[in-house]
């Protein structure tokens, strides 16, 4: 069987084949802020970003990233932008002619697939008549209602959803093209990556995959949740770009994605050198810093707590030749244990990243919920940046903190809304009291 992988060119680099493997991240600038999306694209390039997104809601941010571009050229700096575009195929169709590449969501491009099928057609011949490379980021939470009756919201749906509309390029003779199957739920996300690979590999033929575990949250179990889930299939030679999605600065991501690909690619070389899959049990680690430790762990462990080959392991650590105390070692257990979903022991928080269409400040409202609802083991909670995307993207949240703007915050139970416009500084104490009348 002779495979072939599909590789291309954005802007100067090479995606997919046996290309290294790139890191992007996207602004959470607003985008019509041109003065501070350049500061923030120069930040995360000089931090080893290889590409960077930004969001166009409107054809008025797509004028507002050509005249970022443009700067950003000026100054010398060839980083590929890619336009982040989730409702509206015009603004799809203006920004083929700006960015080099550019991500649509197919689960909201279009209600009516055969609507969906005429503006893909224009979308396409712009993207060929500009040679601009595309992403269909397909996203577990928003998956399109017809694969969603015909699928569930399941993995399977997630890859056919993605097999649907590869056809639909291969069709239009269309290849600059670049899959995703996002899930917050790390099992969710690794079955997905891996049943479209399996297809890809029938199909014999391989187009490049951008890894990420969406809405992973902040801090240690940010971190964790995505190491997990991009490790896994990085091991196992599927992914050619990534994105660790934090609510933190996006230099952050780049610093915490870079920590991944090297040591994944580690662990392959000492895969390949020692002929087999070494057993990583009773490791001792010496690392520099906290976050390359967790991050190093995650990685090692993620495949193996993933696919239930063990149900707990032992490490032994130190940072900077300090040795970790039993408590630290015990909290990054039960981190990665959760991370991988087999163990829960605190509340699971999904939130987004923050981008151009946050209204609100969305990394202190996730420190304040995670403060006020510490206590609540097994309940998952959404903070999400923005009404538009957020509710769509919560998955299966219990519970869901939605910033509107001006200072208002939606609630919500799953799905359902509980409270709309509630002021900021009263929200997290709201969710709290429908959290625990619930639970009563
Ligand atoms: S949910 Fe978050 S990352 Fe997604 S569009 Fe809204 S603010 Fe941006």
Request: glycine fraction near 8%.
């Amino acid at each position: 069987m002779s495979v072939k992988k599909i590789s291309f060119k954005i802007g100067d680099l090479t995606i997919g084949g046996d290309s290294p493997i790139l890191i992007q991240t996207m602004c959470n600038t607003s985008t019509n802020d041109i003065e501070g999306s350049v500061k923030q694209c120069e930040d995360v390039i000089a931090q080893g970003a290889d590409l960077v997104r930004l969001t166009t809601q409107g054809v008025r941010e797509v004028n507002s990233l050509a005249e970022i571009k443009s700067i950003l050229r000026g100054k010398g700096i060839n980083t590929p932008l890619v336009a982040d575009v989730h409702f509206s195929s015009k603004v799809a169709i203006a920004a083929a002619s700006v960015a080099e590449k550019v991500r649509i969501n197919p689960g909201n491009f279009a209600k009516e697939h055969s609507q969906a099928l005429s503006e893909f057609d224009i979308f396409i011949s712009e993207c060929k008549k500009y040679g601009t490379a595309v992403r269909i980021g397909i996203n577990h939470g928003s998956l399109g209602e017809r694969i969603t009756n015909l699928y569930g919201n399941t993995p399977k749906g997630m890859m056919m959803a993605a097999l649907e509309w590869m056809d639909m390029c291969i069709e239009r003779d269309f290849y600059n093209v670049v899959f995703s199957l996002k899930a917050s739920n790390t099992v969710v996300m690794v079955e997905a990556y891996r049943l479209l690979m399996s297809e890809m590999v029938k199909r014999e033929l391989i187009f490049p995959i951008h890894l990420g575990v969406t809405e992973a949250g902040c801090g240690d179990t940010g971190r964790m949740k995505s190491a997990v889930g991009i490790a896994t299939l990085l091991n196992e030679g599927i992914g050619d770009t990534i994105r660790v999605s934090l609510t933190e600065d996006p230099v952050n991501e780049i610093i915490a994605g870079k920590m991944i690909v090297e040591k994944c690619a580690k662990i392959r070389t000492e895969n390949r050198l020692n002929n087999y899959v070494k057993c990583v049990d009773n490791q001792i680690y010496n690392a520099n810093s906290w976050e390359e430790l967790i991050i190093s762990i995650s990685c090692d462990y993620s495949s193996l707590l993933l696919d239930k080959k063990i149900d707990d392991f032992k490490f032994k650590a130190s940072i900077n030749g300090k040795e970790l105390s039993e408590k630290e070692i015990n909290d990054i257990k039960d981190d990665l244990l959760q991370a991988a979903r087999r163990r829960f022991t605190k509340p699971e928080y999904i939130s987004c990243p923050g981008c151009g269409r946050t209204l609100y400040n969305l990394q202190k409202s996730v420190e304040d919920v995670k403060k006020a609802t510490a206590h609540l083991k097994g309940v998952t909670i959404a903070i999400m940046g923005c009404i538009v995307n957020g509710p769509g993207e919560m998955a299966d949240a219990d519970y869901g903190y939605v910033g509107e703007g001006g200072g208002k915050v939606t609630l919500y139970r799953q799905k359902e809304v509980v409270a709309r416009s509630v002021p900021e500084d009263e929200a997290v104490e709201m969710l709290l009291k429908i959290i625990e009348s619930d639970k009563k």
